[in-house]
C-alpha cells in the first residue's frame, strides 16, 4: 500500500502565507497569487491582493509570458517522439527560407542558436502583432548574432520559429495544436491565448510613488508560441505535476526527463549562480536543491513556476505588475519551505520481484585500478555503480536485453557496461567504455590493459 497523501501542516500553511505576503508587500503588487503542488496534485493555494474583500482564488487568470515557451517545447518534443523530426535536425529541412535555417531543432529549444534575443523593430511586447505578420520581421535581416551552438543566448523570436515549425509539420495553428494536443488532454481549460474572465488586469507601479498606470494588453502575433498565453495557479499547477512525471498522453515520462536535463553551456554569470537552460526548462540549483521550470514576464504580469523533482514539490506565482515582486526567489521558497517542513517520505522497500542469477553476479566489489566501487542491483532492475568511498564517478545502467548494460546518467551517460565471460562462464571482468573492472585491484587473471607486473604487490624497495 502507498502513503496517503496528506494536507499541509497548518504550520507549514502559515509560513507560505507569510511568504506571499511580503511578496505581495514588499514588491508592492496589486495582487499575488500562489500554488503548491506535492504528490502531483495541489495541497495549496494562497492570495494577497491591494482590494480590500477580495482576493483571487485558482481560477483567475494572470498572462504567464514565457513559460508559454515551454508548451511550445512539449509540442517540438511531441514531433520528435512521432519520429516526424530529429532535433538534431537542421531548421532548413522542415522550415526552408528563414534565413536561420542552419540552427538545429535542438539549439532553438535550448537557446544556443545564434539567434538575437528580442525581434527588431518597437518592443514587441507593448505593439500589435501585426507589425510583425510574417517570420521575416520576427527575424529580421540578420537573425544571427553568435556563432550557431556556442553559447546560450536566450531567444524570443527562436521560440517563434519553433512555433511556426509546429504548425508547418501539423498543418493547423500553433493555438489549435495547442489546445488539441497539451490544453485538452490535461484538463487545462483554464489556459488561453486570450483573456478569459475572471482575469486580471496588468499594472505597472510607479517605482518612487505608491501610484499605478495600467499596462496595454497586446496579441503578439507571430510571436505568441515566445509568450502570449493566459492562465491561473490551478491550471500551472497540473502542468508542473506533468512536468515533475509526464502523461503519456502527451509527452511520457523519459522525454520530460530529457527537457529537464541541461542542454546549453552556462554563461560564467551562470555558473556561479548555478543556472542553466535544458530543451524549454530553465534549470538552476538554489540552496543546495536543484529547481527546473521556468519565469515569465509581459508588461504588467510575472509569473513563474518551479518543481524540485527529488523532494516531489513544486511551486506556481503570479502577480499582475510590470516590475517588483521577485518570484524566482518566492517560488523557490515555497518549495524550500514545504521540502524542509514536510520532507518527502520515501516509498517503502521492495525486493526484486525476480532475482537472474546472471545479474546478481554482477553485484559486489569492482575496481578500477585501485579504485574500489560497489554494484548494486536494485529493485527496478537497474545496475548502480558507485564508488565506495569519497566522491567519483557514479551512474545508473539499463539491461539491453542481451547482456549488457546502457549508462543512463553522468560521465558514463550512454556508454555499454559489458561483462565478459570466461569459457566457463563466470564473469571475468566489466568493460565500461574501454575501462576494465575488476575482483581484486589489478587483477592478473583479467586482461588489465597495459598489464600486470608479474611480481605482484610489494614494499618499500
Given at each position: 500500500m502507498t502513503t496517503p497523501q496528506e494536507d499541509l501542516l497548518p504550520t507549514t500553511r502559515r509560513a507560505l502565507l507569510h511568504r506571499i505576503a511580503v511578496a505581495q508587500a514588499e514588491g508592492r503588487s496589486p495582487s499575488l497569487v500562489a500554488a503548491v503542488v506535492r504528490g502531483g496534485r495541489t495541497v495549496w493555494h494562497g492570495a494577497r491582493t491591494s482590494v480590500d474583500g477580495h482576493g483571487p482564488d485558482e481560477n483567475v487568470q494572470y498572462r504567464i509570458g514565457s513559460i508559454t515557451k515551454t508548451f511550445t517545447a512539449v509540442l517540438v518534443m511531441r514531433l520528435r517522439d512521432e519520429g516526424l523530426l530529429d532535433l538534431g535536425d537542421p531548421l532548413e529541412k522542415h522550415l526552408p527560407g528563414t534565413g536561420a535555417g542552419e540552427a538545429t531543432i535542438a539549439e532553438l529549444?535550448?537557446?544556443?542558436?545564434?539567434?538575437?534575443?528580442?525581434?527588431?523593430?518597437?518592443?514587441?511586447?507593448?505593439?500589435?502583432?501585426?507589425?510583425?505578420?510574417e517570420l521575416r520581421?520576427?527575424?529580421?535581416?540578420?537573425?544571427?548574432?553568435?556563432?550557431?551552438?556556442?553559447?546560450?543566448?536566450?531567444?524570443?523570436?527562436?521560440?517563434?520559429?519553433?512555433?511556426?515549425?509546429?504548425?508547418?509539420?501539423?498543418?493547423?495553428?500553433?493555438?489549435?495544436?495547442?489546445?488539441?494536443?497539451?490544453?485538452?488532454?490535461?484538463?487545462?481549460?483554464?489556459?488561453?491565448?486570450?483573456?478569459?474572465?475572471?482575469?486580471?488586469?496588468?499594472?505597472?507601479?510607479?517605482?518612487?510613488?505608491?501610484?499605478?498606470l495600467p499596462e496595454p494588453l497586446e496579441d503578439l502575433g507571430r510571436m505568441a508560441p515566445a509568450g502570449q498565453l493566459w492562465s491561473t495557479t490551478g491550471d500551472l499547477a497540473r502542468f508542473a505535476a506533468f512536468l515533475a512525471v509526464g502523461d503519456d498522453r502527451v509527452l511520457g515520462a523519459e522525454s520530460v526527463r530529457e527537457m529537464r536535463t541541461p542542454a546549453a553551456p552556462a554563461e560564467a554569470a551562470d555558473v556561479l549562480d548555478g543556472a542553466t537552460y535544458g530543451l524549454g526548462l530553465q534549470i538552476q540549483r538554489r540552496d543546495g536543491r536543484l529547481l527546473v521550470g521556468?519565469?515569465?514576464?509581459?508588461?504588467?504580469?510575472?509569473?513563474?513556476?518551479?518543481?524540485?523533482?527529488?523532494?516531489?514539490?513544486?511551486?506556481?506565482?503570479?502577480?499582475?505588475?510590470?516590475?517588483?515582486?521577485?518570484?524566482?526567489?518566492?517560488?523557490?521558497?515555497?518549495?524550500?519551505?514545504?521540502?524542509?517542513?514536510?520532507?518527502?517520505i520515501p516509498e517503502p522497500w521492495r525486493p526484486l520481484r525476480e532475482a537472474d542469477p546472471a545479474v546478481l553476479e554482477l553485484a559486489g566489489q569492482w575496481y578500477w585500478g585501485t579504485h574500489a566501487f560497489g554494484l548494486r542491483v536494485t529493485a527496478d532492475g537497474l545496475l548502480a555503480l558507485g564508488p565506495l568511498t569519497g566522491i567519483g564517478r557514479r551512474a545508473r545502467f539499463r539491461s539491453n536485453g542481451d547482456g549488457t548494460w546502457t549508462g543512463l546518467e553522468g560521465y558514463f551517460a550512454g556508454e555499454t557496461l559489458w561483462p565478459v565471460r570466461r569459457p566457463d562462464g563466470a564473469v571475468s571482468h566489466l568493460d565500461l567504455g574501454s575501462f576494465v573492472f575488476t575482483r581484486q585491484p589489478y587483477d592478473p587473471e583479467a586482461p588489465v590493459p597495459g598489464g600486470v607486473d608479474p611480481e605482484g604487490w610489494r614494499g618499500v624497495l
Open positions: 529549444l535550448a537557446h544556443t542558436a545564434g539567434l538575437a534575443a528580442e525581434s527588431p523593430g518597437p518592443w514587441w511586447e507593448r505593439t500589435p502583432g501585426t507589425l510583425r505578420p520581421d520576427v527575424l529580421g535581416e540578420q537573425p544571427f548574432l553568435h556563432p550557431v551552438g556556442r553559447r546560450h543566448h536566450y531567444s524570443n523570436p527562436g521560440y517563434t520559429v519553433l512555433g511556426a515549425l509546429v504548425e508547418q509539420l501539423r498543418g493547423a495553428s500553433w493555438e489549435e495544436v495547442l489546445r488539441s494536443e497539451i490544453l485538452q488532454p490535461l484538463g487545462l481549460h483554464r489556459t488561453s491565448t486570450q483573456p478569459e474572465a475572471p482575469h486580471a488586469g496588468g499594472w505597472a507601479v510607479h517605482p518612487w510613488a505608491d501610484a499605478m521556468h519565469s515569465g514576464s509581459l508588461p504588467g504580469f510575472l509569473a513563474n513556476l518551479v518543481i524540485s523533482v527529488e523532494d516531489d514539490v513544486a511551486a506556481v506565482v503570479l502577480a499582475n505588475c510590470t516590475s517588483g515582486p521577485l518570484l524566482g526567489a518566492v517560488s523557490a521558497d515555497l518549495v524550500r519551505i514545504v521540502a524542509e517542513a514536510e520532507p518527502r
